[in-house]
């Protein structure tokens, strides 16, 4: 079955500063990714996803990239704020309501 | 508003103290799921629901029940609950057409068995 690794699990930044989170899928049939943000004390929501027929998505600070030969897609958020201060999971799927998330990450960032 | 409630929020039990945690969604979604969130291993699904009176096991199911009798409504179902089963728990449901859709998750629900 599926598996996604994430990495770093955790990741400290100054405001402003750009940070990729990167995870790694196991099978090469999946076709969809997305990535979830989760603020302190609430559930996960989805922030940017993307489709194994594009190389590249951006949503303003915010962008995913996925290299579907070597299975693996990264988040990037540049210009970063102290909002963006969360836990961030990446997830794929194959043509199936089921996600398999990765383990999560940590991102702090410090006025 | 469009959401994922669930309740409780917090519950503390004992160990064999039968429970369950409501989920309820306003969206007319199809599919419903119920994970659980451990520290360093992210969120492994428990149980899913694909419609009414349709549920299947997840990567975790053990210990756990759930039921759909209502569209709307996946409870989950803890019948013997152990000290292995404090985790924190989310809901969340999507509509199953064209696949690939967003999941929109509850704010959870924070279980701790003594």
């Known amino acids: 079955g599926e598996n996604v690794e994430q990495h770093p699990s955790t990741l400290s930044v100054q405001e402003g500063d750009s940070a990729v989170i990167k995870c790694t899928y196991s099978?090469?049939?999946?076709?969809?990714f997305p990535w979830y943000k989760q603020e302190l004390g609430k559930g996960p929501q989805l922030i940017i996803d993307i489709r194994s027929n594009v190389g590249e998505k951006k949503d303003q600070r915010i962008a995913v990239t996925l290299n579907k030969t070597a299975k693996h897609f990264s988040l990037h958020i540049t210009e970063t704020q102290p909002e963006d201060s969360a836990v961030y999971f990446c997830?794929?799927?194959?043509?199936?309501?089921?996600?398999?998330f990765g383990t999560g990450t940590r991102l702090q960032v410090f006025p | 508003e469009a959401q994922v409630t669930q309740n409780p929020r917090y519950l503390i039990t004992v160990t064999g103290k039968k429970l369950t945690v409501t989920c309820s969604q306003n969206m007319n979604h199809e599919y419903m799921s119920w994970y659980r969130q451990d520290p360093g291993l992210g969120l492994r699904q428990i149980y899913y629901s694909m419609n009414v009176e349709v549920t299947d096991k997840g990567d975790v199911p053990e210990g756990y029940k759930v039921s759909r009798k209502e569209k709307r409504n996946f409870p989950l179902i803890l019948e013997s609950p152990s000290p292995n089963q404090t985790s924190l728990y989310f809901c969340?449901?999507?509509?199953?057409?064209?696949?690939?859709?967003?999941?929109?998750f509850g704010q959870g629900t924070r279980l701790t068995v003594v």
């Open positions: 969340a449901s999507k509509i199953t057409e064209g696949m690939n859709t967003e999941a929109f």
């Open positions: 099978d090469s049939a999946s076709n969809y």
């Open positions: 997830a794929a799927s194959y043509n199936t309501d089921k996600l398999i």
